[in-house]
């Protein structure tokens, strides 16, 4: 069963800047597609950024130009800089794999158990 691990959430002040990880484990491709989601308290679950297997990024629009998600060489870590923190970026933060899906829609197989973002203004 694939593991995805999150880390990095806190709290910080509006303008301030944030780096989430998913560590992942018991992958058994090498070519897979990754995304951040995050919930805010009473809102539906939203795709911030996604990195396919051929590096293609993509970012909400709400986030362009303040969020980058990259990955270390061997694929193993996922992260998401999040820089020009805003309350609205408050929430859970969660990774997501899946060997075909990609993108910001909430199709991924595997995911992380989110680790907290609160943004204070």
């Known amino acids: 069963q694939v593991q995805l691990v999150e880390s990095g959430g806190g709290s910080v002040q509006a303008g301030g800047s944030l780096r989430l990880s998913c560590v992942t484990s018991?992958?058994?491709?090498?070519?897979?597609?990754m995304a951040w989601f995050r919930q805010a308290p009473g809102k539906e679950r939203d795709g911030v950024a996604s990195?396919?297997?051929?590096?293609?990024?993509k970012y909400a629009d709400s986030v362009k130009g303040r969020f980058t998600i990259s990955q270390d060489n061997a694929k193993t870590t996922l992260y998401l800089e999040m820089n020009a923190l805003k309350p609205e970026d408050t929430g859970t933060y969660s990774c997501a794999l899946d060997r075909w899906a990609g993108g910001l829609a909430s199709h991924y197989k595997h995911w992380g158990q989110g680790t907290q973002v609160t943004v204070s203004s």
């Open positions: 990195i396919d297997a051929d590096g293609t990024t």
């Open positions: 018991r992958l058994f491709w090498s070519q897979y597609n």
